[in-house]
């Protein structure tokens, strides 16, 4: 009854992620509660996925992330990324899979994953190209880096530790390379070619963040003691990642052309996210023009606030522009940027850059209902604008400029806290929290933002873990294990490695990755043994199987992106699909290829090792299935 009411709820747990009408972490939080209320699991078991040592580490690697972000290594990281992203969207989307999967080659994938995050969101800025069209990809390219070294994820550690166990060698550093390498490389290659047409181009439609993807126009100069003066506009559009639509000198258009000569007479017509115009106010060498009438030494920052506010239909503001109602002076508030609806905007690109009724600026441009002004001033004048009804504020923008001079630091505390844990000198979680403290302790990040974490990866990645602890400890793996067995046994040892593989690939989804692989190994070896063959390619099959779990977004690499990406559930089954039945394909023949089922192996002590019936172990020691590493993923 027990095993009937666990997988019970793992099938109906996938067909609500898939429908997804209730929120993720919603449907992860009721079956937590549904396995405590039947009983299957005590309180402390349910919950125990909280407190584990791998959802505390995400937690601090997403804070610590924050501080990367905060001193603008993020940034300077992205626009080296983004370079790539000239020669294509598929060529930026391979090299930064190429970078993640060399990295997670010898770092956990969820490391990696952690870490690549920030600079993948950012570089996709950049480049132009939608999160969604990024991150998923990347992630995968994590988990296809795992698969190389024995150091790429702790699944294959923890295999490799329970192979004694059954009366087989533990895997070496590189043994499984001459099959993982060639599995990331046309695992990468798949994602390249079929990402454009399975993922979204979502950016969170519907959301609070929408006025973050509205397009601003600003104007820019470069002041005399600039550097780009005598460089060519390539600098600034390349080198800085500005969208620099136009030029205008006295009125006249100039041609945007990347090999063009600054002087600093011009003014460059910028158009941009709000974080491009705000990183051009803090930019040397290039400055905002209304910077230039009104500095922000002279609007005191510490009492200064960022705002955006539209012009309400009965504003007097309507049909003037900000020259004529002296907004500067009356209001005290600098204009950086505009934001009109997209017709007009084309319109007002062309007044800008003199092509429409020549000579206009940002503050010669007639205002009208429903434009929006990101506006910098004192908090007291923003509550006046308010109350005299001359704009509608939509909201204060929090805004910290970056800690550049703090750099340094937050990347060398941010690899210690990778390398000590990576090197097991502490424990992964002690060595994030530690690093997390040390950058709000140094000021690298402040506290409330390294909090300002998506607390949906902690729940769901808790959650899952505790449907992992259901299944090993009401026999549910273990039942499917002998079925599958039982049912691959007619078709040689080649298709029951496939059904052993399939197994733990389906297994991963409810389960951890390591929790899915030792349900499966003792059963796989186990079915060797009645075939007669050598149980080796049946573990190394079972080993790089656990980790193909790309068609559910319950592998933690996957979870740390599926927020940031505004994902949905079917996401990761359309290119998961495809992706994992090209390497299980890879996988039937390849792992015969290396570790023939003729070799050296010693079925009669794999028999000794699980038992005369080859599925229930005879040894204490060989129930490693039912041990702490299956609470633990990557």
């Not at 390219?141 to 192979?163: D, E, I, Q, R």
Request: proline share 6%; glycine share 10%; charged share 15%.
């Amino acid at each position: 009854m027990t095993i009937a009411i666990v997988l019970g709820a793992v099938l109906v747990a996938l067909v609500l992620f898939s429908l997804e009408a209730i929120p993720i972490e919603v449907t992860s939080l009721s079956i937590v509660c549904l396995l405590a209320l039947t009983g299957v699991l005590t309180p402390e078991q349910a919950f125990a996925g909280f407190s584990n040592d791998t959802v505390v580490f995400i937690f601090t690697l997403l804070a610590m992330t924050q501080g990367l972000a905060s001193t603008g290594v993020v940034l300077l990281v992205g626009q080296r990324l983004s370079f790539f992203a000239r020669f294509g969207h598929q060529t930026f989307v391979l090299a930064m899979m190429g970078a993640v999967a060399v990295f997670s080659s010898f770092v956990s994938n969820t490391v990696t994953t952690a870490a690549f995050l920030p600079v993948a969101i950012g570089a996709a800025h950049r480049a132009r190209v939608p999160k969604s069209k990024v991150l998923l990809p990347m992630a995968y390219a994590s988990m296809l880096g795992g698969m190389v070294l024995l150091y790429g994820t702790s699944t294959n550690l923890v295999v490799s530790a329970a192979l004694p166990r059954l009366g087989l060698a533990p895997l070496g550093v590189t043994e499984l390379a001459p099959v993982g390498l060639p599995l990331a490389v046309v695992g990468i290659l798949l994602v390249v070619l079929l990402g454009p047409l399975l993922l979204p181009a979502r950016e969170g439609e519907g959301s609070s963040a929408d006025w973050n993807l509205r397009d601003y126009l600003t104007e820019a100069m470069l002041p005399s003691d600039s550097p780009y003066l005598g460089q060519s506009l390539a600098d600034i559009t390349t080198g800085l990642g500005l969208r620099v639509i136009g030029l205008s000198r006295a009125g006249q258009s100039l041609p945007a052309l990347p090999a063009y000569q600054l002087v600093g007479d011009e003014r460059l017509i910028i158009e941009g996210k709000r974080e491009d115009i705000l990183r051009v106010k803090d930019l040397k060498g290039i400055e905002l023009r209304p910077d230039v009438r009104l500095s922000d030494t002279e609007l005191r920052p510490q009492d200064s606030i960022l705002v955006e506010a539209t012009v309400s239909p009965d504003s007097p503001l309507v049909g003037h522009s900000l020259k004529e109602t002296h907004f500067l002076e009356r209001y005290g508030l600098v204009a950086l940027a505009l934001h009109r609806r997209p017709v007009i905007q084309r319109l007002t690109k062309l007044q800008l850059l003199g092509r429409r009724v020549g000579g206009h600026s940002l503050s010669t441009l007639e205002l009208s209902a429903g434009d929006v002004l990101m506006l910098w001033g004192a908090r007291e004048r923003v509550k006046e604008l308010t109350d005299g009804a001359q704009l509608l504020v939509l909201g204060d923008v929090e805004y910290q400029p970056p800690r550049h001079a703090k750099a340094l630091l937050a990347v060398s505390l941010f690899l210690g806290a990778l390398v000590l844990g990576s090197l097991e000198v502490v424990p992964l979680a002690v060595a994030g929290l530690a690093g997390m403290l040390a950058m709000i302790a140094t000021g690298c990040v402040d506290a409330g933002r390294a909090f300002r974490v998506d607390w949906r990866v902690v729940l769901l990645i808790g959650c899952m873990m505790a449907l992992g602890v259901a299944m090993e400890t009401s026999g549910a793996g273990r039942f499917l294990g002998e079925h599958a067995a039982r049912l691959g046994a007619y078709g040689g040892p080649r298709l029951v490695m496939l059904v052993m593989m399939v197994l733990t690939i389906v297994l991963s989804a409810p389960m951890s990755n390591q929790a899915a692989a030792l349900v499966v190994l003792p059963v796989a070896v186990s079915a060797a043994a009645k075939l007669g063959v050598d149980p080796r390619p049946f573990a190394m099959g079972v080993t790089l199987a656990a980790s193909c779990s790309f068609i559910t977004p319950l592998e933690p690499s996957c979870v740390l992106v599926y927020g940031p990406g505004h994902y949905r559930f079917t996401d990761f089954f359309r290119l998961g699909t495809p992706l994992t039945a090209v390497l299980l394909a890879l996988l039937v023949v390849l792992v015969p290829m290396r570790w023939p089922f003729q070799g050296k192996g010693t079925p009669a002590a794999a028999v000794r090792a699980t038992g005369p019936r080859g599925v229930e172990p005879e040894a204490p020691g060989a129930a490693p299935a039912e041990g702490s590493p299956g609470l633990n993923r990557r």
